[in-house]
């Protein structure tokens, strides 16, 4: 494992974590995600040792010119449970609950400050074991918007999987959540089970967030917050992470970097999960 750097407070010690799910921009705009197949958690090497020299964080320059001010980032929400296997020799695992006990359920996507007015884009995966077709009515809000069909399941296959993308305007019910309602439409005694809903949207840029250049070049982001000493860490690369400078005047931080890389802004002195001592 690499050397993990450490930010030293006075009472803590704080460190950015991926988890065992990554993260890709697609030329689109928008993510897909790769689950770690053997864990659910991640590991980190964190080093305090007086005698040797723990990591640090490298500082970053503002740039003297930007491009332009930039509000917004491309977000993503995940509802994926991976505690069932068709073949219980396979790697690909899906959510145990079967809809042959009832073929309707609903679900709720976290959608932090969502911007409503853009295009989301929800991905829908489900299975199922039937001989013949079934389908999937998928509902947003109350709204369908659309059918995924399932084809039949072949003969030396335990089940198939299909993959829908729905494109549209999402109002979320509240400002934390979207709710998605599946209905497995199927023939009496077929099993259906969810792999994963996967939402891209729009956000606007807040803390303890990924923040994403979709540009090459130097940019402005608008954290939008006063009175608070905000870190800034890009995150692009999390074995080399970077101290970007924060502009507290203007709650903004600027930064000159490629299409894809990472950010996230932080109150150091806010509340965050504690990692497990193995």
């Not at 990554?22 to 005698?51: K, V």
């Not at 449970?81 to 809809?99: I, K, M, N, P, T």
């Not at 991905?123 to 084809?151: I, P, R, Y």
């Not at 006063?226 to 999390?238: A, L, Q, S």
Request: with cysteine; aromatic share 12%.
């Amino acid at each position: 494992l690499c050397e993990v750097p450490l930010w030293r407070g006075d009472d803590r010690l704080l460190f950015y974590a991926n988890g065992p799910v990554q993260w890709t921009l697609q030329n689109d705009g928008t993510f897909i995600h790769t689950r770690n197949p053997y864990s659910d958690y991640g590991y980190y090497f964190l080093t305090d040792d007086a005698e040797g020299e723990p990591a640090t964080f490298p500082y970053g320059e503002a740039p003297t010119t930007i491009v332009a001010g930039v509000a917004t980032t491309p977000a993503y929400s995940l509802h994926e449970v991976d505690d069932y296997a068709w073949f219980h020799g396979g790697r690909q695992l899906v959510e145990s609950y079967d809809y042959t006990g009832g073929n309707v359920k609903r679900y709720f996507l976290n959608v932090a400050d969502m911007e409503s007015s853009v295009k989301s884009t929800l991905d829908v995966c489900f299975t199922h074991n039937g001989s013949t077709t079934s389908s999937v009515t998928v509902e947003v809000e109350e709204a369908t918007l659309g059918t995924l069909t399932l084809s039949p399941v072949g003969r030396h296959s335990e089940a198939s999987a299909t993959t829908r993308s729905y494109s549209a305007e999402m109002q979320p019910n509240n400002a934390a959540s979207v709710s998605v309602r599946l209905t497995h439409n199927r023939a009496t005694g077929v099993s259906g089970r969810l792999d994963y809903l996967r939402l891209n949207y729009t956000s606007k840029i807040g803390l303890d967030k990924p923040i994403y250049a979709t540009k090459d070049g130097a940019y402005s982001y608008d954290i939008g917050l006063t009175g608070k000493d905000i870190i800034v860490w890009r995150i692009t690369n999390t074995t080399k992470i970077e101290q970007i400078p924060y502009d507290k005047g203007h709650k903004t931080f600027a930064a000159d970097g490629k299409r894809g890389d990472v950010y996230i802004a932080f109150d150091p002195e806010a509340t965050f999960p504690m990692p497990e001592m193995v």
